[in-house]
């Protein structure tokens, strides 16, 4: 059975920094690319980064300078490191391997 939990989420004020976790079991974690969404309230689901299976990111333009994605394939798990948070950055965060997503994980920057 194919698991992905995210955990890290909470309050934080503009300009502040957040790690995201995302703990994978029941796949073969390696070799899959890990991808990160984010769902704000009455808004579509929208992509904010990519880790490839060999190490690589990618990353949208709104995010990019301030998000870092990051993996660590002994532990089966990834992280989006979050910089220089602003409210527009409050959603609900999800990590997303293969098929699989996982529950998400609320972010809400605010002073």
């Known amino acids: 059975q194919v698991q992905l939990m995210e955990s890290g989420g909470g309050l934080v004020q503009p300009g502040g920094s957040l790690r995201l976790s995302c703990a994978v079991s029941?796949?073969?974690?390696?070799?899959?690319?890990v991808n990160w969404y984010r769902q704000a309230p009455g808004k579509q689901r929208e992509w904010v980064a990519t880790?490839?299976?060999?190490?690589?990111?990618n990353y949208p333009d709104f995010v990019k300078g301030r998000f870092t994605a990051s993996r660590d394939n002994a532990l089966r798990m990834a992280y989006l490191q979050m910089n220089s948070v602003k409210p527009e950055d409050t959603a609900v965060y999800y990590c997303?391997?293969?098929?699989?997503w996982g529950p998400g994980t609320q972010v809400t920057v605010s002073s």
């Open positions: 029941g796949i073969t974690f390696d070799i899959f690319h």
């Open positions: 997303k391997l293969a098929s699989y």
């Open positions: 880790i490839e299976s060999g190490g690589a990111t």
